[in-house]
């Protein structure tokens, strides 16, 4: 994968280059982890809690000069899980060495299949129920869409070079749906679980921090390492619309679960091969 992502964009930005003026392309393969405290498990359903967390990345940037002082930089992440987070960035060049950046990015995360534990536990007497004519077993997704703006300083010593850069924003959930089948053990009895998911805004802050090594010139171009640390930090929940169908859809009953938002740490690491112009 990353031999044939290498083989098509590089082609592809030597003959764009003939057009705009290309700064850097880079890509990179790293991991991604994500944690928070956790609540002793009550009936209430909490998406936070089975959100895949902790998977390996691939990724590729492509940064455009737009003048002396602006330049945009546009970053995408594919996960092993298929999930997959864009962000772009408008960098204003104050200095050579000092900044500031304004960006945005959609992200997309799968749930996983721990949610199943939950369904077949809560509650007490139930147990996850999906025959093919029925309900299918649920595949979640959790998408997010986020702002944010900040400042950046970069020093250089010879070769290498320590970029750092300090960001807050605000995030908001995109809503979903999903449905739950469950049947009653030693029972016929069965009920169907709506989630709908409300809009939830959170803020955030997220430092960034990237040591590169130039490790060798090529006529106008360096190839160089880069080893990039990122953060996020935000006090969130995902509160949401529940209703409860038991046996047949008359008999229906909707409630609204308020979450307790808590901190969630997202710490994201790679080690990435550059092309600077």
């Given at each position: 994968?990353?031999?044939?992502?290498?083989?098509?964009?590089?082609?592809?930005?030597?003959?764009?280059?003939?057009?705009?003026?290309?700064?850097?392309?880079?890509?990179?393969?790293?991991?991604?982890?994500?944690?928070?405290?956790?609540?002793?498990?009550?009936?209430?359903?909490?998406?936070?809690?089975?959100?895949?967390?902790?998977?390996?990345?691939?990724?590729?940037?492509?940064?455009?000069?737009?003048?002396?002082?602006?330049?945009?930089?546009?970053?995408?992440?594919?996960?092993?899980?298929?999930?997959?987070?864009?962000?772009?960035?408008l960098?204003?060049?104050?200095?050579?060495?000092?900044?500031?950046?304004?960006?945005?990015?959609?992200?997309?995360?799968?749930?996983?299949?721990?949610?199943?534990?939950?369904?077949?536990?809560?509650?007490?007497?139930?147990?996850?129920?999906?025959?093919?004519q029925?309900?299918?077993?649920?595949?979640?997704?959790?998408?997010?869409?986020?702002?944010?703006?900040?400042s950046?300083?970069?020093?250089?010593?010879?070769?290498?070079?320590?970029?750092?850069?300090?960001?807050?924003?605000?995030?908001?959930?995109?809503?979903?749906?999903?449905?739950?089948?469950?049947?009653?053990?030693?029972?016929?009895?069965?009920?169907?679980?709506?989630?709908?998911?409300?809009?939830?805004?959170f803020?955030?802050?997220?430092?960034?921090?990237?040591?590169?090594?130039?490790?060798?010139?090529?006529?106008?171009?360096?190839?160089?390492?880069?080893?990039?640390?990122?953060?996020?930090?935000s006090?969130?929940?995902?509160?949401?619309?529940?209703?409860?169908?038991?046996?047949?859809?008359?008999?229906?009953?909707?409630?609204?679960?308020?979450?307790?938002?808590?901190?969630?740490?997202?710490?994201?690491?790679?080690?990435?091969?550059?092309?600077?112009?």
């Open positions: 994968m990353a031999t044939l992502c290498l083989l098509v964009v590089l082609p592809t930005v030597l003959e764009a280059q003939r057009f705009f003026q290309f700064n850097k392309v880079a890509y990179w393969y790293g991991h991604n982890r994500a944690w928070h405290e956790r609540k002793a498990q009550t009936s209430d359903f909490d998406f936070l809690d089975h959100i895949s967390t902790n998977n390996s990345h691939f990724g590729l940037m492509l940064s455009l000069g737009l003048s002396n002082n602006f330049s945009v930089d546009f970053r995408g992440y594919r996960f092993e899980n298929t999930s997959y987070h864009i962000k772009g960035n960098l204003y060049h104050l200095k050579p060495n000092l900044g500031f950046l304004a960006g945005g990015f959609t992200s997309n995360q799968l749930v996983s299949n721990s949610y199943k534990d939950f369904f077949n536990n809560y509650p007490s007497g139930y147990i996850l129920f999906t025959p093919n029925y309900i299918p077993e649920p595949i979640i997704r959790y998408s997010h869409l986020g702002l944010y703006g900040g950046y300083l970069e020093l250089r010593w010879g070769r290498a070079t320590l970029l750092g850069s300090l960001c807050v924003g605000a995030s908001q959930n995109v809503p979903f749906t999903i449905l739950v089948g469950q049947k009653k053990l030693n029972s016929n009895i069965r009920r169907e679980l709506e989630y709908n998911a409300n809009r939830n805004l803020l955030f802050v997220m430092p960034e921090i990237t040591l590169g090594i130039d490790i060798f010139e090529l006529e106008s171009s360096t190839f160089g390492l880069e080893i990039t640390c990122n953060a996020m930090v006090n969130k929940s995902i509160s949401y619309e529940l209703t409860e169908r038991v046996w047949t859809a008359s008999n229906t009953e909707s409630q609204s679960i308020d979450i307790p938002s808590r901190i969630v740490t997202n710490l994201r690491y790679d080690v990435s091969i550059f092309w600077k112009f």
